[in-house]
Nanobody, 116 residues
Framework: QVQLVESGGGLVQPGGSLRLSCAAS????????MGWYRQAPGKQRELVAG???????NLADSVKGRFTISRDNAKNTVYLQMNSLKPEETAVYYC??????????WGKGTLVTVST
């Protein structure tokens, strides 16, 4: 069983930065593909960024140049550095793990509010 716990959300002004963390426990982490999704009120959940076991990353077009995803396998943690945040990026951000056996796991989410 994999457990994912997100942290680092909060209130930030437009143009500000936040770093989200996702701590994974319960099983091997280094072979998992990890990702961050977000869901704004009234909208579908969307992929923000992903990182595979080899460290290759992919980012949604809307966040390229502003967000960075990284992982620390020694700490079983994946990060999302978010810069130049926009009000429309207010959402609950979810951590996701895709295991080599095909299982998917989700964290409970952390709220990011971009507002003055």
């Amino acid at each position: 069983q994999v457990q994912l716990v997100e942290s680092g959300g909060g209130l930030v002004q437009p143009g500000g930065s936040l770093r989200l963390s996702c701590a994974a426990s319960g099983s091997i982490f280094s072979s998992d593909a990890m990702g961050w999704y977000r869901q704004a009120p009234g909208k579908q959940r969307e992929l923000v960024a992903g990182i595979n076991s080899g460290g290759s990353t992919n980012l949604a077009d809307s966040v390229k140049g502003r967000f960075t995803i990284s992982r620390d396998n020694a700490k079983n943690t994946v990060y999302l550095q978010m810069n130049s945040l926009k009000p429309e990026e207010t959402a609950v951000y979810y951590c996701h793990a895709h295991r080599v056996n095909g299982m998917d796991y989700w964290g409970k989410g952390t709220l990011v509010t971009v507002s003055t």
